[in-house]
């Protein structure tokens, strides 16, 4: 019987033409090339760098555009210890981690500690579990989801407090994005997207399993520069994509996905969360998968391509919380 290598795993999806599905696989552990439940993942536009939060590793670790590894920040002894890292957002030369022991963390984009941001509690500039975060490029401001608090948190440029919105309609917010127009919440509770206008008022809210958005337990989203939105559901085991009218046009079966961002040249990478390979008859690599997957790729069998991929590469629950 074939033994079972439990992996974590980054991998691209491209689509809006081919699928590329793998960028890394990484083995479950705690070197510097391991992955141990990986949640939150952005990228530097300006290097195409992805840095992806590894929770149980207590850092973040930062590959380049194609999947190699390159360095490490946040496991260190003092200030900048992290515990759980969750959420990520880049602004400039700067990158805020949310954690689970509810504070942000303030690096530069090199891995060098700056700042520590909040604490636990209830009131201004504190948190529980606050796992979605980003920055608003115009102005520097950063809104921050303060789940277990039910609402939104907007700091300043300079990452003092500057308001809160949200309490009246939220319950347990999860990530935020924003548009021109719109503020957009991802809600757990009662899975739905809430859209805020830049007064802080509710416009409208996109209710799971009624108006078009149909997930189960969202994890992260996204919103591409074609304002499709792309939602992770940790559940059901896919990736939702929807117009910008809320209609479902396309979703992808993918193992426990969980952070999720776009590139500015349109390609998708996700972060997945507890893989195992298993499959009787593969040699029990990766790359075996791949090739028999490029092989179907170069046909533009895009959906064998997808199944040959994950009946090797099959989901083994593992949660985080």
């Not at 391991?34 to 590894?54: C, F, K, R």
Request: hydrophobic share 35%.
């Amino acid at each position: 019987m074939a033994t079972a290598n439990t992996l974590e795993r980054i991998f691209s999806v491209d689509y809006k033409s081919k699928i590329q599905p793998i960028v890394s696989v990484c083995k479950r552990g705690k070197e510097l090339e391991n992955l141990d439940g990986p949640q939150g993942v952005t990228i530097d536009n300006s290097t195409g760098d992805i840095y992806v939060a590894d929770y149980w590793n207590n850092c973040v670790k930062v590959f380049d555009c194609n999947g190699k590894i390159m360095f490490k920040f946040g496991d260190e002894e003092g200030e900048g210890k992290m515990n759980g890292p969750i959420g990520l957002a880049i602004y400039r030369d700067r990158i805020l981690i949310s954690q689970s022991s509810s504070c942000i963390l303030n690096y530069h984009l090199n891995g060098e500690f700056v700042s520590r941001i909040g604490k636990l509690g209830q009131g201004e500039l504190e948190f529980q579990y606050p796992p979605g975060l980003i920055f608003d490029e115009s102005n520097g401001e950063v809104y921050i989801c303060d789940s277990d608090n039910n609402r939104i948190q907007i700091l300043s440029k300079a990452l003092t407090y500057k308001t809160q919105f949200g309490q009246d309609n939220l319950k347990s917010p999860l990530d935020v994005k924003l548009t021109k127009e719109f503020i957009y919440i991802l809600d757990r509770s009662n899975p739905c997207l809430h859209l805020y206008n830049y007064n802080l008022i509710l416009h409208k809210s996109i209710l799971s399993r009624g108006y078009g958005l149909q997930v189960f337990i969202p994890f992260f989203f996204y919103i591409d520069n074609s304002s499709n939105i792309l939602i992770t559901d940790y559940t059901s085991h896919y990736i939702f994509i929807f117009n910008s009218q809320f209609d479902l046009i396309h979703k992808i079966s993918i193992p426990d996905p969980t952070g999720i961002a776009v590139n500015n040249r349109g390609r998708v990478i996700v972060v997945c969360n507890g893989v195992q390979m298993s499959k009787p008859g593969f040699s029990g690599k990766p790359e075996s998968a791949i090739k028999r997957a490029d092989e179907f790729i170069e046909v533009e069998k895009y959906d064998v391509a997808m199944e040959v991929l994950f009946d090797v590469l099959r989901n083994t629950r593992h949660r985080v919380w």
